[in-house]
């Protein structure tokens, strides 16, 4: 069978990774030719998952139609989130827990999409529907992927498919998913000893709103005071970025995964500020608190689009 790659969107996470190495696996139980690859190196929180699980990381790749003629898509679909040569290749197939936005094929497709915290919930449930057993390591990468999305069931697009998913992952991981999930979470949370730069381009997604460009970044971090004396740094790698680009808004979500509140940092234009401000309300000195904010699916993307639009 010809050969097809499974991938999530780009400045992957947990969920982009392993929610692609699962459905990857569970395609080919099914008879499917696939591999799953990245669109850029998994982060620290995403490295410690797989070391954990023992998985390698998937390759990296820029392009798709160099390799293949079809692809898979997992946790995205929005075409600027996507392989840059997307629109070089047939999608045969999309998992995701997001909204549907500017995406459209030549030929009828395998689509499902669900509210549900993290896309490895949906993959979950379709390895129950297909009859097909979850190995432990499986088992492993998909539960780390739904702790991450979820901030341990924290967040709130967090669902009752994602707790079943959590506890029977789990048991079949052979883990205690509190225990290793707040392991998991502190992981991801060092950024110490990386550049603002990579920071913001760590766990990135570019949106198209009402004609605009809208870049939205999020870091996790345990110390949200120690995270805002780089502000000014933060600040100026946006405006850099947003130079570049072409972005019309930069907004960083600074998330803190212990108490599940955030604060973010915003730079653009006067007028998309102001449409921010409508959405989240007054910045001040280029941010704005947000507590009990910590998902950009469902807490931020939905009210900057009402407020754009």
Same mark, same amino acid.
Do not use: C
């Given at each position: 069978m010809e050969k097809e790659l499974v991938f999530g969107h780009q400045s992957p996470d947990t969920d982009a990774i392993g929610t692609a190495i699962a459905y990857s696996y569970l395609q080919n139980q099914r008879g499917f030719n696939t591999e799953a690859v990245a669109l850029g190196k998994p982060n620290d929180e995403t490295t410690f998952a797989l070391k954990y699980f023992g998985f390698e990381a998937p390759r990296v790749i820029q392009t798709a139609a160099n390799e293949v003629e079809k692809v898979m898509l997992v946790d995205h679909n929005e075409p600027q989130q996507s392989v840059s040569d997307i629109d070089q290749v047939s999608v045969t197939h999309v998992v995701d827990h997001h909204r549907i936005m500017n995406f459209k094929t030549n030929l009828p497709l395998f689509y499902l999409a669900q509210p549900v915290g993290c896309t490895s919930t949906i993959v979950w449930k379709l390895f129950q529907h297909y009859g097909i057993e979850i190995p432990k390591n499986i088992a492993g990468i998909m539960l780390s992927a739904i702790i991450s999305d979820t901030l341990l069931l924290k967040s709130p697009t967090t669902t009752k498919d994602d707790h079943q998913a959590v506890e029977a992952l789990a048991k079949i991981a052979e883990v205690d998913y509190q225990k290793y999930g707040l392991e998991e979470l502190k992981a991801?949370?060092?950024?110490?000893?990386?550049? /603002?730069?990579?920071?913001? $381009?760590?766990?990135?997604?570019?949106?198209?709103?009402? +004609?605009?460009? &809208?870049? &939205?970044?999020?870091?996790?971090?345990?110390?949200?005071? #120690?995270?805002? /004396?780089?502000?000014a740094e933060f600040l100026q790698a946006m405006k850099a970025e947003s130079a570049a680009n072409n972005y019309d808004l930069f907004m960083l979500?600074?998330? $803190?995964?212990?108490?599940?509140?955030?604060?973010?940092?915003?730079?653009?234009?006067?007028?998309?500020?102001?449409?921010? #401000?409508?959405?989240? +309300?007054?910045?001040?000195?280029? /941010?704005?608190?947000?507590?009990? &904010?910590?998902?950009?699916?469902?807490?931020v993307v939905p009210p900057l689009t009402e407020a754009f639009n």
């Open positions: 991801g949370t060092n950024i110490a000893d990386k550049s /603002e730069q990579d920071l913001i $381009n760590l766990d990135a997604k570019s949106f198209t709103l009402n +004609g605009k460009n &809208v870049r &939205v970044a999020q870091i996790n971090v345990v110390d949200l005071p #120690e995270a805002m /004396e780089r502000k979500l600074i998330t $803190n995964v212990l108490d599940s509140d955030s604060t973010a940092l915003v730079t653009g234009s006067t007028a998309a500020v102001q449409l921010f #401000e409508r959405a989240f +309300g007054e910045i001040t000195d280029s /941010e704005v608190s947000l507590p009990g &904010v910590v998902s950009r699916k469902k807490q």
